[in-house]
């Protein structure tokens, strides 16, 4: 690869993988969708969590920290055998106490009371895509949905022109002509909401017969909370709030740069990013096509026998490689940042009479660390005694 | 098992399985709006210049130029969006008015999903389920609120200080006719306007149904599926799709219960 491929932790973590995989781990809401982690209660079996609750009306404590949870676990919990300490870090701080049942009853009842007031009306409303988990991850760490931003961008080639440099070129700019107007439409969308940035952008490339790339981008904007401006802040509970301070480190992030971020990482990615001192700096791409020679007559049809490199077409593989990811460290660097990750790659031979050639996209997200530098999420191993999938016991 | 624990902890309780389901003719409008099935009113006739309706125009690339029949058109398609969001209008409809039968106080987890089970061509079913539920020892319920949310999410929207209102669902559609840039003539390439402004278009339809929606109901959405299609119509023509179905809600207490995740690493293969 290209000299000083730039890499933080997590870097060579594929899309999707999660460097360090997080749960909305309140022990009162595990997420249900399987696309989490599944959290059995918390890790202190000590402490009762109303998932087992039948019927919601066993009383549970809620502003106590679970038993063995302390940063000075007592002698019997620990000498019990049956409640392991879960940590004496006191970074880690205690799990979060459940959600007391009685209270969500009656907040069930004022929210259905609600629907009885004449509307309000409000002239500020906000459009998102985003799931209630990830609505509670972006609250904590001071991010607020703003609206739907979309963005579209097509571009065409003419692939017969491969056989030269500058044909080649041409068909390299499209690919990211199409994926650069789509961002600046986003970009202009964030700018007239006054956000901040989009996180778990869904950017999907369609390819059309002709030779054509349509890029669309959708996404949910977001806007840092103001913090002195938030009057219900933690106050059913002493849980202590990173939001605050995470939204001011993070917007000092960004603000150094001149416009707002966008990432195709979800919320849950960019909650453990911003959490990890780090911040998206924008999606950067870069695009190469390599043409080639075509192979002899004689070995297109199949009788030249001998078993050899194809050293023109491994060339031109490399050769894309290198100047796409190459194009992309650029993008990354003139946006001033410390690495690109998810980054994905799409290579795609084009074969016909007339055309041989490679073509290869990369996209990623790049990002920038913050002032305070990294910060250790400090992650809790967790020992499920759940079933594993049944993959695994297929590949043995 | 955990959802329904969830449910049980806000103090409902299911009443009923629930399902609406209505099947809709759903016809195009662009075909009429760009001048086919008109005798010599149609924009290829001599000395016309395309559709007379609100239509964004994208003449031939071409160095040579040509009529206005070889032109590209973005024409809203406002029936087909129209019978669409009627039809997924309509299904939640029948769904809580059943909800409303059982003395419900609200329906979650509701799926929506359009289908082409009976009818045939240009037939489209859409059909609504979910899961009624009562508030115990509720106040005489009203108007059943309807949400795609359920489980330990619709706990944590509560815990957040937000009340369901009620799903929406907004269609917004294009009908394109392309240009030769837009069908990829490799004659003249660069960037294409057409396609994205038509995506753009039936996104910003659609939105603004949400907006209209969030106005009119409550505070925000959330939840939002989004879905982009392309359906083919007359010759190379298609009909652009954005179709958005999400939960308005409305804030019901500014105090909200704060949630401190833990990063886990689980050991497992």
């Given at each position: 690869m290209t000299g000083p491929t730039p890499s933080t932790p997590g870097g060579d973590t594929p899309r999707g993988g999660t460097p360090t995989p997080s749960t909305p781990s309140t022990p009162g809401s595990s997420t249900p969708g399987g696309d989490t982690p599944s959290t059995p209660g918390s890790s202190t079996p000590g402490s009762s969590t109303p998932d087992d609750a039948p019927g919601g009306n066993g009383t549970v404590p809620t502003g106590d920290p679970a038993p063995g949870a302390g940063s000075s676990p007592d002698a019997t919990s620990s000498g019990s055998g049956l409640s392991p300490t879960v940590?004496?870090?006191?970074?880690?701080?205690?799990?979060?106490?459940?959600?007391?049942?009685?209270?969500?009853?009656?907040?069930?009842?004022?929210?259905?009371?609600?629907?009885?007031?004449?509307?309000?009306?409000?002239?500020?409303?906000?459009?998102?895509?985003?799931?209630?988990?990830?609505?509670?991850?972006?609250?904590?760490?001071?991010?607020?949905?703003?609206?739907?931003?979309?963005?579209?961008?097509?571009?065409?080639?003419?692939?017969?022109?491969?056989?030269?440099?500058?044909?080649?070129?041409?068909?390299?700019?499209?690919?990211?002509?199409?994926?650069?107007?789509?961002?600046?439409?986003?970009?202009?969308?964030?700018?007239?909401?006054?956000?901040?940035?989009?996180?778990?952008?869904?950017?999907?490339?369609?390819?059309?017969?002709?030779?054509?790339?349509?890029?669309?981008?959708?996404?949910?904007?977001?806007?840092?909370?103001?913090?002195?401006?938030?009057?219900?802040?933690?106050?059913?509970?002493?849980?202590?709030?990173?939001?605050?301070?995470?939204?001011?480190?993070?917007?000092?992030?960004?603000?150094?740069?001149?416009?707002?971020?966008?990432?195709?990482?979800?919320?849950?990615?960019?909650?453990?990013?911003?959490?990890?001192?780090?911040?998206?700096?924008?999606?950067?791409?870069?695009?190469?096509?390599?043409?080639?020679?075509?192979r002899s007559v004689a070995q297109g049809m199949g009788?030249?026998?001998?078993?050899?490199?194809?050293?023109?077409?491994?060339?031109?593989?490399?050769?894309?490689?290198?100047?796409?990811?190459?194009?992309?460290?650029?993008?990354?660097?003139?946006?001033?940042?410390?690495?690109?990750?998810?980054?994905?790659?799409?290579?795609?031979?084009?074969?016909?009479?007339?055309?041989?050639?490679?073509?290869?996209?990369?996209?990623?997200?790049?990002?920038?660390?913050?002032?305070?530098?990294?910060?250790?999420?400090?992650?809790?191993l967790q020992l499920s005694l759940d079933d594993p999938d049944p993959d695994v016991f297929l590949r043995g | 098992m955990a959802q329904s624990g969830a449910l049980r902890r806000l103090g409902l309780a299911p009443a009923g399985f629930v399902l609406g389901t209505v099947v809709m003719q759903v016809v195009s409008s662009a075909g009429a709006a760009a001048g086919y099935g008109t005798l010599g009113g149609g924009y290829g006739a001599f000395g016309t210049t395309g559709p007379s309706r609100a239509a964004a125009r994208y003449p031939c690339a071409h160095m040579m130029g040509y009529g206005a029949d070889h032109w590209g058109y973005n024409i809203e398609d406002t029936a087909y969006a129209a019978s669409l969001s009627y039809g997924y209008e309509t299904?939640?409809?029948?769904?809580?008015?059943?909800?409303?039968?059982?003395?419900?106080?609200?329906?979650?987890?509701?799926?929506?999903?359009?289908?082409?089970?009976?009818?045939?061509?240009?037939?489209?079913?859409?059909?609504?389920?979910?899961?009624?539920?009562?508030?115990?020892?509720?106040?005489?319920?009203?108007?059943?609120?309807?949400?795609?949310?359920?489980?330990?999410?619709?706990?944590?929207?509560?815990?957040?200080?937000?009340?369901?209102?009620?799903?929406?669902?907004?269609?917004?559609?294009?009908?394109?006719?392309?240009?030769?840039?837009?069908?990829g003539d490799f004659t003249v390439p660069g960037p294409v306007d057409q396609i994205p402004q038509a995506i753009g278009a039936a996104r910003d339809r659609a939105r603004s149904v949400l907006h209209q929606a969030a106005t009119v109901h409550g505070d925000g959405v959330v939840d939002t599926r989004w879905s982009d299609r392309r359906s083919p119509a007359f010759g190379e023509g298609w009909i652009q799709t954005a179709v958005a179905i999400g939960t308005v809600v409305r804030r019901f207490d500014t105090d909200r219960t704060p949630a401190a995740p833990r990063p886990v690493v689980p050991l497992r293969p």
């Amino acid at each position: 690869m290209t000299g000083p491929t730039p890499s933080t932790p997590g870097g060579d973590t594929p899309r999707g993988g999660t460097p360090t995989p997080s749960t909305p781990s309140t022990p009162g809401s595990s997420t249900p969708g399987g696309d989490t982690p599944s959290t059995p209660g918390s890790s202190t079996p000590g402490s009762s969590t109303p998932d087992d609750a039948p019927g919601g009306n066993g009383t549970v404590p809620t502003g106590d920290p679970a038993p063995g949870a302390g940063s000075s676990p007592d002698a019997t919990s620990s000498g019990s055998g049956l409640s392991p300490t879960v940590s004496s870090d006191p970074t880690l701080g205690a799990p979060e106490p459940p959600l007391d049942p009685h209270a969500m009853a009656q907040r069930m009842r004022a929210a259905l009371a609600v629907r009885h007031r004449p509307p309000a009306h409000s002239a500020q409303v906000f459009a998102s895509d985003l799931t209630v988990g990830d609505l509670v991850l972006l609250d904590e760490v001071g991010y607020q949905p703003v609206d739907l931003v979309s963005g579209a961008g097509s571009a065409s080639w003419n692939p017969q022109m491969a056989s030269s440099q500058q044909g080649c070129d041409a068909w390299a700019w499209a690919l990211t002509a199409a994926i650069s107007s789509a961002r600046s439409a986003v970009d202009r969308e964030l700018r007239t909401r006054a956000a901040d940035g989009v996180v778990a952008m869904q950017l999907h490339l369609e390819r059309h017969p002709g030779n054509l790339l349509t890029c669309t981008m959708l996404g949910t904007a977001i806007r840092a909370q103001d913090p002195d401006a938030s009057p219900g802040r933690a106050t059913h509970t002493e849980v202590p709030r990173r939001g605050a301070r995470h939204g001011h480190s993070s917007r000092a992030a960004h603000h150094g740069t001149a416009g707002p971020f966008n990432t195709t990482l979800s919320a849950r990615d960019f909650h453990l990013l911003v959490r990890a001192g780090y911040h998206p700096a924008g999606i950067t791409v870069g695009a190469a096509v390599v043409g080639f020679a075509s192979r002899s007559v004689a070995q297109g049809m199949g009788l030249s026998r001998d078993n050899m490199e194809l050293s023109d077409q491994t060339g031109a593989l490399y050769a894309a490689r290198e100047q796409a990811m190459s194009r992309m460290d650029a993008e990354a660097k003139a946006v001033d940042a410390d690495g690109v990750v998810a980054v994905t790659f799409s290579e795609r031979p084009s074969h016909s009479m007339l055309v041989h050639a490679v073509e290869i996209l990369v996209v990623g997200t790049a990002l920038r660390r913050g002032d305070d530098g990294h910060q250790s999420l400090h992650p809790a191993l967790q020992l499920s005694l759940d079933d594993p999938d049944p993959d695994v016991f297929l590949r043995g | 098992m955990a959802q329904s624990g969830a449910l049980r902890r806000l103090g409902l309780a299911p009443a009923g399985f629930v399902l609406g389901t209505v099947v809709m003719q759903v016809v195009s409008s662009a075909g009429a709006a760009a001048g086919y099935g008109t005798l010599g009113g149609g924009y290829g006739a001599f000395g016309t210049t395309g559709p007379s309706r609100a239509a964004a125009r994208y003449p031939c690339a071409h160095m040579m130029g040509y009529g206005a029949d070889h032109w590209g058109y973005n024409i809203e398609d406002t029936a087909y969006a129209a019978s669409l969001s009627y039809g997924y209008e309509t299904a939640v409809t029948r769904l809580r008015d059943e909800a409303r039968t059982l003395g419900a106080h609200g329906v979650v987890g509701i799926e929506l999903t359009v289908g082409d089970l009976v009818g045939g061509y240009a037939s489209w079913t859409f059909r609504a389920t979910g899961t009624a539920v009562v508030l115990v020892n509720g106040p005489p319920p009203g108007e059943p609120f309807t949400t795609g949310i359920t489980g330990q999410h619709l706990e944590r929207l509560i815990a957040l200080g937000y009340a369901p209102a009620t799903l929406v669902t907004a269609v917004g559609a294009m009908y394109v006719q392309p240009n030769c840039r837009t069908r990829g003539d490799f004659t003249v390439p660069g960037p294409v306007d057409q396609i994205p402004q038509a995506i753009g278009a039936a996104r910003d339809r659609a939105r603004s149904v949400l907006h209209q929606a969030a106005t009119v109901h409550g505070d925000g959405v959330v939840d939002t599926r989004w879905s982009d299609r392309r359906s083919p119509a007359f010759g190379e023509g298609w009909i652009q799709t954005a179709v958005a179905i999400g939960t308005v809600v409305r804030r019901f207490d500014t105090d909200r219960t704060p949630a401190a995740p833990r990063p886990v690493v689980p050991l497992r293969p």
